[in-house]
T-cell receptor, first 116, second 113 residues
């Protein structure tokens, strides 16, 4: 069975600070996908990034960066120079890498509050 | 390109009633998934449809059902509503050829009284 753990329930940082959201996953699959989604107060889940299990390259997109480490089953997300607009609930998710089984297993989410 | 749309956005029902929620995927997306989000259970997978066929189903009772039409639009139905069915129901669509990521709609907030 697949499992995603986001141990940080809530994080508050002052604007412009860097913050890292942790994600640890469990799966017996040899190939899988990992995702991060953002859920602002409006409720809609916004896709941020997808990472394939066979690609351990870290990725940077503007102020966002992701660190995937297969050895520790972690897929952490860092926001640099945080802004108030980053305030949201962030979810890490996992799915099998098989066409026909696109079910997402989500973590419990981390509520991030950026204090102006 | 328009995103995933869901109707209605808000719904209030009474215990014992049934409800139908609708989802229109992104144009060209043939896979539609449904998720339930509650404070206690978080985000849970309900079912997934592709080309009018249910491919996967989560651990929900038979009161939860769905279907997909030939234009990829999907509906989910909940019969004999219970208080615990109060939740945000999210629909997502994906185009596997471009990647497995799912794109979510704004959700339908269902309140059962």
């Amino acid at each position: 069975a697949q499992k995603v753990t986001q141990a940080q329930t809530e994080i508050s940082v002052v604007e412009k600070e860097d913050v890292t959201l942790d994600c640890v996953y469990e799966t017996r699959d040899t190939t899988y996908y990992l995702f991060w989604y953002k859920q602002p107060p409006s409720g809609e889940l916004v896709f941020l990034i997808r990472r394939n299990s066979f690609d351990e390259q870290n990725e940077i997109s503007g102020r966002y960066s992701w660190n995937f480490q297969k050895s520790t089953s972690s897929f952490n997300f860092t926001i640099t120079a945080s802004q108030v607009v980053d305030s949201a609930v962030y979810f890490c998710a996992l799915s099998e890498a098989n066409f026909g089984n696109e079910k997402l297993t989500f973590g419990t989410g981390t509520r991030l509050t950026i204090i102006p | 390109k328009a995103g995933v749309t869901q109707t209605p956005r808000y719904l209030i029902k009474t215990r014992g009633q049934q409800v139908t929620l609708s989802c229109s995927p992104i144009s060209g997306h043939r896979s539609v998934s449904w998720y339930q989000q509650t404070p206690g259970q978080g985000l849970q997978f309900l079912f997934e449809y592709f080309s009018e066929t249910q491919r996967n189903k989560g651990n929900f009772p038979g009161r939860f059902s769905g279907r997909q039409f030939s234009n990829s639009r999907s509906e989910m139905n909940v019969s004999t509503l219970e208080l615990g069915d109060s939740a945000l129901y999210l629909c997502a669509s994906s185009l596997w050829d471009r990647g497995p990521e799912q794109y979510f709609g704004p959700g339908t907030r269902l309140t059962v009284t």
